[in-house]
C-alpha cells in the first residue's frame, strides 16, 4: 500500500519535474510546441515533402557540380588549345544546367501542391476547432481576432511551412553539398572560412533573440486593428446615428499608427542586421583572396592553383546565399510562430460543453424539462446569474417566462441546448439529465428562436431549410405561412429565392424574427423556446402569429420569454424571474391571487394590453376565418407540380396578387378597429340616452313628490285652521288621515301611480321629521284635541 502511494507520488513528481525543466532550458517538447503541432500537418505528406527535398538535393548537386569542371576545363582545353574537348565540355555543362532546370520545375510544382494542401487542412481544421469551441469562447474572443486566425495567421502559416521552411532545408543542403566540395578543393581554404560562418551563425541567434517580441508586438497591434475594423463596420450604424465617424477616424488611425511603428521597429533592427551581414560575407571574401594569393605566391609548390581559387571563390558565394537566407528564415521564422501560437491556440483548445464517451442518443422527445437546483456562471466569471433554481414543466405545456431585463432569462433558456452548463444542479429532459445526451440529438429536437436572430447572405429559402435541408416546399411555405411572412417572401421578386443581405440587412427586424421562426419550426422540435422573438413585430402581426402557432404547437412544449400580454394568457405556468432567482411560478390565476410580482406587473402594464387583445379576439370572431389573413389559416395547399419559369407578366401579376392580400389584410384590420370605434360611440350614446331619460324621470318624481308634500302641508294647515276654529269632525277626519297616510305614503301614492317606480327611505325620513317639525308647532293642541284608538272605544 506504502510502496503504491510512493511510486504515485514519485510519478506525479517526475510529471510535474518535467515542464519546470523544459521552462529552465526554454525549450518545449516538440510535439506540443506550435512548431511541433504544425509540423504534424507536414508529417501527413510526408512522402511528397521527402520527395521534394530528394529532388531539391539532386537540383543543388547538379547546380554545383559545373564549378568543379571550372578547374578541369582551364586544365584540358584552355591550356591545351582541344576544341573537340570544349565542345564536350559545352555538352556535358548544358545536360547539367538542363537537368538542374528540368529538376527544379518539378520541386516548384510539388511544393505548390504542398503548400495548397496543407493550407487546405488547415483551415478545415481550424474551421472545424471553431465549430467545437462553446458559447463562452465566442464571448470571450472577438470576431476580427477570430477573422484574423483564419485569413492571414492560416496564409502565413502556409508561406512558412511551404516557401520558407523547404528554402531552409534546400539552403543546409545546399551548404552541405557545396561545403564539401569546397573542402575537396582545399581544406585549408575550407578551414580558414568556417570562423566566420560561425560569426554569421552567432549573429543570427542574437538577431533572434532581438526581433521575437517585435513581432509578437506586430501581430497583436494587427489583432487590434483588424477587431476594430471589424466592430466599426459592423456598427457603422451607431457610429452614424451619434455622428462619431471623427472619433472613430482618429481611433483607428491611432492603432494605425501603433502597427506603423511596430513595423518600423522590425524594419530598424533588419536594416542594421542586414548589411552588418553583407559586411561579414564580404570579409570572407576578402579572406579567400588573401589566402589564396599568399598560398598561390609564397608557398613553395604552388599548391593552390589560380584555377582552384577561382572555383573556390564561386563556391563561396554559393555558400553565403543559403546563409543568409538563414538570417531571414529566423525572421519568418518569428513571424510564423507568432501567428502559428494563435492558431495553435484554437486548434488545442478544448470546449467546456463535451460529450461523455457513453453519452446516449436521445431518443424522440416526448418534451418534460426539469431544473434540478439548477445555479449557473459564465465561464470565467464570479457572478451566479441563477440561483437555485427549480421547475417541472410537464410535455405540452406552454410557459411563459417573465422578468426584468438581466434577471436571467435568456441565460436560463439557453441552457437548455446546452449552449452552457450548469454551475450546480442538474437539467432533464424526458426525465434524463442533458449531459448524458449527444448534443447533436439533444439540439435537432430543441428550436430556438433567438432575440438576435442571424440570417446567412444567402438566399430566403436556403436559410428557412438551414435546420432541415430535406423539408419539402410545401411544409417550407407552411412554415412561412405560419409565421406570418410567406405573403411578404412571395412579394419579392425573387421570391423564395432572393438573396438576403449581410446580416440580412436588406430585411426589417421584424421580417428576420419572422424568417427565423419559421427555420425553427421547419425542424420540427418537440420543445421550442422562443427568446423576445416577436418583439420587432407589431402587436396585430403578433397576435396572428400567435394564433397560427397556437395549433402547430398543440402538443409541443413552448418556452416563451416576452413581455407581451398576448404569449402570456395562454400559458399553462408563467415564470417570474428575478435577478437570478425564480420568484413565481403558477398560472395567470393563481399568479393574480397571490397578488406579488406578476400580479403587479399585470396592473401596471397588462390592462392597455388586454383592452387591445380584446378588439383583436373580437375582430378576429367577427370575421370569416378566410378574411383575416393567410397565415391564421395555416397551411394552404400548395400544387405538387413543378414549377416553370416565370414570365414578367406572371411576375407581375403574383406581386399585384401579393400586395391585394396585404392590403385587404391590413384594411381587415382597420375596418375592425373602425367598427369597434363604431360601436363604442354607438354603445356610449345609447348609454348617455339611458343616463338622460333616468335623470328626467327622477326629476319628474322628485317633483311630483315635492308637489304631493305641498300639498299635504296645504291640507294639514287648513285643517289646523278649521280645528282652532273648533269643528270637530273635520278635525277628526284630518286627524285620522294624518294617522294612516304620511307625506311620504302621499308621494309614494302618487309616483307609483304615475311612474311604477318606488322612493327612497331617505325621502320618507325628510318627510316625516318635516311633518314632526310642523306638528311640534301645533303638537299640544292637536294630542289634546286628537284621542287615542283606546281612548276613543
Ligand atoms: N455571455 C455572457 N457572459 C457573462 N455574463 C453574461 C453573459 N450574458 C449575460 N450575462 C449576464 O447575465 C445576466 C443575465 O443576463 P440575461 O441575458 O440572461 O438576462 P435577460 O433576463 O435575458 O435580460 P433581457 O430581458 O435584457 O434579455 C446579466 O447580468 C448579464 O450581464
Ligand atoms: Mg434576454
Same mark, same amino acid.
Given at each position: 500500500?506504502?510502496?503504491?502511494?510512493?511510486?504515485?507520488?514519485?510519478?506525479?513528481?517526475?510529471?510535474?519535474?518535467?515542464?519546470?525543466?523544459?521552462?529552465?532550458?526554454?525549450?518545449?517538447?516538440?510535439?506540443?510546441?506550435?512548431?511541433?503541432?504544425?509540423?504534424?500537418?507536414?508529417?501527413?505528406?510526408?512522402?511528397?515533402?521527402?520527395?521534394?527535398?530528394?529532388?531539391?538535393?539532386?537540383?543543388?548537386?547538379?547546380?554545383?557540380?559545373?564549378?568543379?569542371?571550372?578547374?578541369?576545363?582551364? @586544365?584540358?582545353?584552355?591550356?591545351?588549345?582541344?576544341?573537340?574537348?570544349?565542345?564536350?565540355?559545352?555538352?556535358?555543362?548544358?545536360?547539367?544546367?538542363?537537368?538542374?532546370?528540368?529538376?527544379?520545375?518539378?520541386?516548384?510544382?510539388?511544393?505548390?501542391?504542398?503548400?495548397?494542401?496543407?493550407?487546405?487542412?488547415?483551415?478545415?481544421?481550424?474551421?472545424?476547432?471553431?465549430?467545437?469551441?462553446?458559447?463562452?469562447?465566442?464571448?470571450?474572443? +472577438?470576431?476580427?481576432?477570430?477573422?484574423?486566425?483564419?485569413?492571414?495567421?492560416?496564409?502565413?502559416? +502556409?508561406?512558412?511551412?511551404?516557401?520558407?521552411?523547404?528554402?531552409?532545408?534546400?539552403?543546409?543542403?545546399?551548404?552541405?553539398?557545396?561545403?564539401?566540395?569546397?573542402?575537396?578543393?582545399?581544406?585549408?581554404?575550407?578551414?580558414?572560412? #568556417?570562423?566566420?560562418?560561425?560569426?554569421?551563425?552567432?549573429?543570427?541567434?542574437?538577431?533572434?533573440?532581438?526581433?521575437?517580441?517585435?513581432?509578437?508586438?506586430?501581430?497583436?497591434?494587427?489583432? *487590434?486593428?483588424?477587431?476594430?475594423?471589424?466592430?466599426?463596420?459592423?456598427?457603422?450604424?451607431?457610429?452614424? /446615428?451619434?455622428?462619431?465617424?471623427?472619433?472613430?477616424?482618429?481611433?483607428?488611425?491611432?492603432?494605425?499608427?501603433?502597427?506603423?511603428?511596430?513595423?518600423?521597429?522590425?524594419? &530598424?533592427?533588419?536594416?542594421?542586421?542586414?548589411?552588418?551581414?553583407?559586411?561579414?560575407?564580404?570579409?570572407?571574401?576578402?579572406?579567400?583572396?588573401?589566402?589564396?594569393?599568399?598560398?598561390?605566391?609564397?608557398?613553395?609548390?604552388?599548391?593552390?592553383?589560380?584555377?582552384?581559387?577561382?572555383?573556390?571563390? #564561386?563556391?563561396?558565394?554559393?555558400?553565403?546565399?543559403? #546563409?543568409?537566407?538563414?538570417?531571414?528564415?529566423?525572421?519568418?521564422?518569428?513571424?510564423?510562430?507568432?501567428?502559428?501560437?494563435?492558431?495553435?491556440?484554437?486548434?488545442?483548445?478544448?470546449?467546456?460543453?463535451?460529450?461523455?464517451?457513453? /453519452?446516449?442518443?436521445?431518443?424522440?422527445?416526448?418534451?418534460? #424539462?426539469?431544473?434540478?437546483?439548477?445555479?449557473?456562471?459564465?465561464?470565467?466569471?464570479?457572478?451566479?446569474?441563477?440561483?437555485?433554481?427549480?421547475?417541472?414543466?410537464?410535455?405540452?405545456?406552454?410557459?411563459?417566462?417573465?422578468?426584468?431585463?438581466?434577471?436571467?432569462?435568456?441565460?436560463?433558456? @439557453?441552457?437548455?441546448?446546452?449552449?452552457?452548463?450548469?454551475?450546480?444542479?442538474?437539467?432533464?429532459?424526458?426525465?434524463?439529465?442533458? &449531459?448524458?445526451?449527444?448534443?447533436?440529438?439533444? &439540439?435537432?429536437?430543441?428550436?430556438?428562436?433567438?432575440?438576435?436572430?442571424?440570417?446567412?447572405?444567402?438566399?430566403?429559402?436556403?436559410?428557412?431549410?438551414?435546420?432541415?435541408?430535406?423539408?419539402?416546399?410545401?411544409?417550407?411555405?407552411?412554415?412561412?405561412?405560419?409565421?406570418?411572412?410567406?405573403?411578404?417572401?412571395?412579394?419579392?421578386?425573387?421570391?423564395?429565392?432572393?438573396?438576403?443581405?449581410?446580416?440580412?440587412?436588406?430585411?426589417?427586424?421584424?421580417?428576420?424574427?419572422?424568417?427565423?421562426?419559421?427555420?425553427?419550426?421547419?425542424?420540427?422540435?418537440?420543445?421550442?423556446?422562443?427568446?423576445?422573438?416577436?418583439?420587432?413585430?407589431?402587436?396585430?402581426?403578433?397576435?396572428?402569429?400567435?394564433?397560427?402557432?397556437?395549433?402547430?404547437?398543440?402538443?409541443?412544449?413552448?418556452?416563451?420569454?416576452?413581455?407581451?400580454?398576448?404569449?402570456?394568457?395562454?400559458?399553462?405556468?408563467?415564470?417570474?424571474?428575478?435577478?437570478?432567482?425564480?420568484?413565481?411560478?403558477?398560472?395567470?390565476?393563481?399568479?393574480?391571487?397571490?397578488?406579488?410580482?406578476?400580479?403587479?406587473?399585470?396592473?401596471?402594464?397588462?390592462?392597455?394590453?388586454?383592452?387591445?387583445?380584446?378588439?383583436?379576439?373580437?375582430?378576429? &370572431?367577427?370575421?370569416?376565418?378566410?378574411?383575416?389573413?393567410?397565415?391564421?389559416?395555416?397551411?394552404?395547399?400548395?400544387?405538387?407540380?413543378?414549377?416553370?419559369?416565370?414570365?414578367?407578366?406572371?411576375?407581375?401579376?403574383?406581386? *399585384?396578387? /401579393?400586395?391585394?392580400?396585404?392590403?385587404?389584410?391590413?384594411?381587415?384590420?382597420?375596418?375592425?378597429?373602425? *367598427?369597434?370605434?363604431?360601436?363604442?360611440?354607438?354603445?356610449?350614446?345609447?348609454?348617455?340616452?339611458?343616463?338622460?331619460?333616468?335623470?328626467?324621470?327622477?326629476?319628474?318624481?322628485?317633483?311630483?313628490?315635492?308637489?304631493?308634500?305641498?300639498?299635504?302641508?296645504?291640507?294639514?294647515?287648513?285643517?289646523?285652521?278649521?280645528?282652532?276654529?273648533?269643528?270637530?269632525?273635520?278635525?277628526?277626519?284630518?286627524?285620522?288621515?294624518?294617522?294612516?297616510?304620511?307625506?311620504?305614503?302621499?308621494?309614494?301614492?302618487?309616483?307609483?301611480?304615475?311612474?311604477?317606480?318606488?322612493?327612497?327611505?331617505?325621502?320618507?325620513?325628510?318627510?316625516?321629521?318635516?311633518?314632526?317639525?310642523?306638528?311640534?308647532?301645533?303638537?299640544?293642541?292637536?294630542?289634546?284635541?286628537?284621542?287615542?284608538?283606546?281612548?276613543?272605544?
Amino acid at each position: 500500500m506504502m510502496q503504491t502511494e510512493k511510486k504515485a507520488q514519485e510519478m506525479s513528481v517526475r510529471k510535474k519535474k518535467a515542464p519546470v525543466l523544459f521552462q529552465k532550458l526554454k525549450v518545449t517538447p516538440i510535439m506540443k510546441s506550435t512548431f511541433g503541432t504544425l509540423l504534424g500537418f507536414i508529417w501527413k505528406l510526408k512522402w511528397e515533402f521527402i520527395a521534394r527535398l530528394v529532388v531539391n538535393a539532386i537540383s543543388s548537386l547538379l547546380i554545383s557540380l559545373p564549378v568543379l569542371l571550372i578547374k578541369n576545363l582551364v @586544365n584540358d582545353v584552355f591550356k591545351s588549345g582541344d576544341l573537340n574537348m570544349l565542345g564536350l565540355y559545352l555538352v556535358g555543362l548544358l545536360v547539367l544546367v538542363g537537368s538542374a532546370g528540368i529538376l527544379s520545375y518539378f520541386s516548384g510544382y510539388m511544393n505548390a501542391r504542398i503548400g495548397e494542401r496543407l493550407i487546405y487542412k488547415l483551415r478545415n481544421d481550424l474551421y472545424l476547432a471553431l465549430q467545437r469551441q462553446s458559447f463562452s469562447y465566442f464571448d470571450e474572443n +472577438r470576431t476580427g481576432d477570430i477573422m484574423a486566425r483564419v485569413t492571414s495567421d492560416v496564409d502565413q502559416t +502556409r508561406h512558412f511551412l511551404t516557401d520558407v521552411l523547404v528554402q531552409f532545408l534546400n539552403s543546409i543542403i545546399q551548404l552541405a553539398v557545396v561545403l564539401s566540395l569546397m573542402f575537396v578543393l582545399s581544406v585549408p581554404l575550407t578551414l580558414a572560412i #568556417i570562423p566566420i560562418c560561425a560569426a554569421i551563425f552567432a549573429m543570427i541567434i542574437a538577431y533572434r533573440r532581438r526581433i521575437r517580441p517585435l513581432y509578437k508586438r506586430i501581430r497583436e497591434v494587427y489583432g *487590434k486593428l483588424t477587431a476594430a475594423l471589424q466592430e466599426n463596420v459592423s456598427g457603422v450604424r451607431v457610429v452614424r /446615428a451619434f455622428a462619431k465617424e471623427e472619433v472613430e477616424i482618429k481611433k483607428f488611425s491611432s492603432k494605425n499608427y501603433d502597427l506603423l511603428s511596430a513595423n518600423m521597429n522590425l524594419i &530598424r533592427t533588419n536594416t542594421v542586421f542586414g548589411p552588418t551581414m553583407d559586411l561579414v560575407g564580404n570579409i570572407s571574401l576578402v579572406v579567400v583572396i588573401l589566402l589564396g594569393a599568399y598560398a598561390a605566391l609564397e608557398i613553395p609548390g604552388n599548391s593552390v592553383q589560380v584555377a582552384t581559387l577561382v572555383s573556390f571563390f #564561386i563556391l563561396l558565394q554559393m555558400v553565403l546565399g543559403p #546563409i543568409k537566407f538563414l538570417a531571414n528564415f529566423m525572421s519568418s521564422y518569428q513571424q510564423m510562430i507568432a501567428a502559428g501560437d494563435r492558431i495553435v491556440g484554437i486548434l488545442n483548445h478544448t470546449s467546456e460543453i463535451t460529450e461523455k464517451p457513453n /453519452a446516449i442518443n436521445l431518443p424522440s422527445l416526448v418534451g418534460s #424539462i426539469d431544473f434540478n437546483a439548477v445555479s449557473f456562471k459564465y465561464p470565467g466569471t464570479e457572478r451566479e446569474v441563477l440561483k437555485d433554481i427549480s421547475f417541472s414543466i410537464k410535455p405540452g405545456e406552454k410557459v411563459a417566462i417573465l422578468g426584468p431585463t438581466g434577471s436571467g432569462k435568456s441565460s436560463m433558456v @439557453n441552457l437548455i441546448p446546452r449552449f452552457y452548463d450548469v454551475s450546480g444542479g442538474a437539467i432533464l429532459v424526458d426525465g434524463i439529465d442533458i &449531459r448524458d445526451c449527444k448534443i447533436k440529438s439533444l &439540439r435537432s429536437q430543441i428550436g430556438i428562436v433567438a432575440h438576435d436572430t442571424f440570417l446567412f447572405s444567402i438566399s430566403i429559402k436556403d436559410n428557412l431549410l438551414y435546420g432541415n435541408v430535406k423539408a419539402s416546399k410545401d411544409e417550407m411555405e407552411a412554415a412561412a405561412k405560419i409565421a406570418n411572412i410567406h405573403d411578404f417572401i412571395i412579394s419579392l421578386p425573387e421570391g423564395y429565392n432572393t438573396i438576403v443581405g449581410e446580416r440580412g440587412i436588406s430585411l426589417s427586424g421584424g421580417q428576420r424574427q419572422r424568417i427565423s421562426i419559421a427555420r425553427s419550426l421547419l425542424i420540427n422540435p418537440r420543445i421550442i423556446i422562443f427568446d423576445d422573438s416577436l418583439s420587432a413585430v407589431d402587436v396585430e402581426t403578433e397576435y396572428l402569429i400567435q394564433q397560427a402557432l397556437k395549433r402547430v404547437m398543440a402538443g409541443r412544449t413552448t418556452l416563451i420569454i416576452t413581455q407581451r400580454l398576448s404569449s402570456i394568457r395562454d400559458a399553462d405556468k408563467i415564470l417570474y424571474l428575478d435577478n437570478g432567482q425564480l420568484k413565481e411560478i403558477g398560472s395567470h390565476a393563481d399568479l393574480l391571487a397571490k397578488d406579488g410580482y406578476y400580479a403587479r406587473l399585470y396592473k401596471t402594464l397588462y390592462r392597455d394590453q388586454e383592452k387591445q387583445l380584446r378588439e383583436l379576439d373580437a375582430y378576429a &370572431r367577427s370575421r370569416e376565418p378566410g378574411m383575416i389573413s393567410p397565415a391564421l389559416q395555416g397551411a394552404l395547399p400548395v400544387e405538387n407540380e413543378a414549377v416553370p419559369e416565370k414570365t414578367a407578366r406572371q411576375i407581375s401579376r403574383e406581386q *399585384k396578387k /401579393a400586395d391585394k392580400i396585404e392590403l385587404m389584410r391590413v384594411k381587415g384590420i382597420d375596418e375592425a378597429r373602425k *367598427k369597434l370605434e363604431e360601436m363604442k360611440t354607438k354603445e356610449e350614446e345609447k348609454r348617455k340616452k339611458e343616463a338622460e331619460l333616468e335623470l328626467e324621470q327622477q326629476q319628474k318624481l322628485e317633483a311630483k313628490k315635492k308637489e304631493a308634500i305641498e300639498k299635504w302641508f296645504e291640507r294639514a294647515e287648513k285643517s289646523d285652521v278649521e280645528l282652532q276654529k273648533g269643528t270637530k269632525l273635520e278635525s277628526e277626519h284630518v286627524a285620522g288621515q294624518d294617522s294612516d297616510s304620511t307625506p311620504h305614503d302621499v308621494a309614494l301614492v302618487d309616483a307609483t301611480s304615475s311612474t311604477g317606480t318606488a322612493t327612497t327611505a331617505t325621502t320618507t325620513m325628510k318627510a316625516r321629521k318635516a311633518l314632526a317639525k310642523e306638528k311640534k308647532s301645533t303638537g299640544h293642541q292637536e294630542r289634546s284635541t286628537i284621542p287615542k284608538e283606546d281612548e276613543q272605544h
